[in-house]
């Protein structure tokens, strides 16, 4: 029997380290810089640096990769019980390395870069010197690359780029962006887009807007005009038209990240929730003793287990078979239900903390808004329930006949057949 849900001790140790080290270090940081990207900002670094040193010592840095890359290639389950404790704080993941996207941009690069690629790209990426961009979302869809404009001519030993990105997250602070681009408009629906490596400074991109998510966030999603921007013609990453196949490399391990590290945004509210219900009196009894509110702790406590246990054994099936494809069904499932989770115990939360909780002195609202940004972000929930449903009913096969292969007489029928005589032997003798 392997069904275990117990946490290795020698691990257990390692956790409860980073839970301290995220609450008394890592967590305050969150109150006093508006920018865990900012790599260009001497405030940042001046804090953030000595942390990412202690957590490289401790060789908890990068834990999202194989050692080959600097990482512990501690696998998925690890790395979700990690990310658990990390999604608490907006500076949790890049004191620890493993920020999205620059984790899954790496692993592109890992993957595709070429030998000076990786020196240029990937090298300072994986240190935190330099940080990325992921650009594939254009303003007439984000949810259709079949609709995507956006394109990749040759000329000469040149890309040429032209055409518009909307949403692309930490453009503003990025050293380079991987950009998806229609480079064969007449090919097949799922290969007319390459992907390439465009440096943040070559001349022709320009920023239209930089947005916030919700009326008081930190600008850091880009909507971005690309005019004759020419790139070398090695920053094609992986073949031409195989644009999707690059992207797939980092949306599997990326959305399964997101939704351990939401975990963590999840219990943080709850936690929060059960605090105000245990010291707020109202109508003469404790605000923990009414059985609406008892409904909305038990509700948002089982939505919750039940989403990290889905959550963690995704990320057992990824670590055993090792083949985001074989585990797609289950991505898609806990990617669907991330935002559902999120914004139903965030909201209760809230409204359990009264006027409070509308204000910006509590996290919650701005959770609710994220809670849209994990519905959004890598394809909407709609998108992946089609996902979950197609796999599902490729299990499943169409009844042979007229009537469901479950029909109530026919199975009685079926059973009659089966064990009918037995039952006429036994009355008969009991007769
Ligand atoms: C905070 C945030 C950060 C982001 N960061 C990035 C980034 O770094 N890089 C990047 O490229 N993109 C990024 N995105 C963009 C994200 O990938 C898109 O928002 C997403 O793909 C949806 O595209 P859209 O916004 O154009 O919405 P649309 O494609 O217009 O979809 C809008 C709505 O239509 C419905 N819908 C769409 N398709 C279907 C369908 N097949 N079936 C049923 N209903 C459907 C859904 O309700 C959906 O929410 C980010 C988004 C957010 C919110």
């Not at 869809?141 to 394109?151: E, I, L, N, Q, R």
């Not at 239209?208 to 600008?219: D, S």
């Not at 105000?276 to 609406?292: E, F, I, P, Y």
């Not at 037995?422 to 007769?431: F, G, M, V, W």
Request: hydrophobic residues 40%; charged residues 25%.
């Amino acid at each position: 029997m392997a069904w275990d849900f117990e946490t290795e001790p020698e691990f257990q140790k390692e956790l409860d380290w980073v839970d301290r080290f995220v609450a008394e270090e890592v967590e305050p940081l969150d109150y006093l810089l508006p920018d865990p990207y900012d790599v260009r900002c001497a405030r940042r670094n001046a804090l953030v640096k000595p942390l990412q040193k202690i957590v490289k010592e401790r060789g908890l840095w990068a834990c999202h990769l194989g050692p080959e890359l600097g990482g512990q290639g501690y696998g998925q389950v690890k790395l979700g019980l990690l990310n658990e404790i990390l999604g608490r704080s907006k500076f949790g993941p890049i004191v620890f390395g493993c920020q999205a996207p620059d984790s899954g941009n790496s692993e592109i690069l890992a993957h595709y870069g070429t030998p000076e690629q990786k020196e240029r790209y990937l090298r300072p990426l994986l240190n935190n010197d330099i940080v990325s961009c992921f650009s594939m979302t254009e303003v007439q869809g984000g949810a259709d690359p079949k609709v995507f404009t956006f394109s990749a001519v040759e000329d000469g030993g040149e890309w040429v780029l032209n055409g518009e990105k909307w949403f692309s997250s930490h453009a503003h602070v990025a050293s380079f962006f991987i950009v998806m681009a229609v480079s064969d408009p007449d090919a097949s629906e799922y290969r007319r887009l390459s992907a390439f490596i465009v440096p943040a400074e070559t001349p022709g991109i320009e920023m239209v807007r930089n947005m916030p998510v919700g009326h008081h966030g930190h600008p850091a999603h880009a909507y971005l005009r690309f005019n004759n921007v020419r790139v070398p013609k090695d920053h094609l990453l992986g073949e031409r038209g195989g644009g999707f196949v690059v992207a797939q490399t980092r949306l599997g391990g990326g959305r399964i990240h997101h939704a351990m590290r939401t975990i963590g945004q999840v219990k943080r509210a709850f936690d929060m929730m059960c605090e105000r219900v245990l010291s707020r009196h109202t109508q003469g009894t404790l605000l923990a003793d009414k059985q609406m509110v008892q409904e909305k702790i038990a509700d948002s406590w089982i939505e919750i287990e039940q989403f990290r246990l889905l959550v963690l054994r995704t990320a057992w099936k990824i670590d055993k078979y090792k083949d985001y494809l074989a585990v797609r069904k289950d991505i898609a499932a806990i990617k669907a239900l991330m935002p559902r989770v999120f914004h139903d115990v965030a909201a209760r939360a809230l409204h359990i903390h009264g006027s409070l909780g509308v204000t910006p002195d509590m996290p919650f609202a701005e959770q609710v808004i994220e809670s849209f940004h994990m519905g959004l972000a890598d394809g909407p929930t709609e998108v992946h329930k089609v996902t979950v449903a197609r796999q599902v009913l490729r299990e499943y096969h169409a009844a042979t006949g007229k009537f469901p292969s479950r029909y109530i007489p026919h199975l009685r029928e079926a059973a009659v057949a089966k064990y009918g005589r037995l039952l006429d032997e036994i009355e008969a003798q009991a007769a």
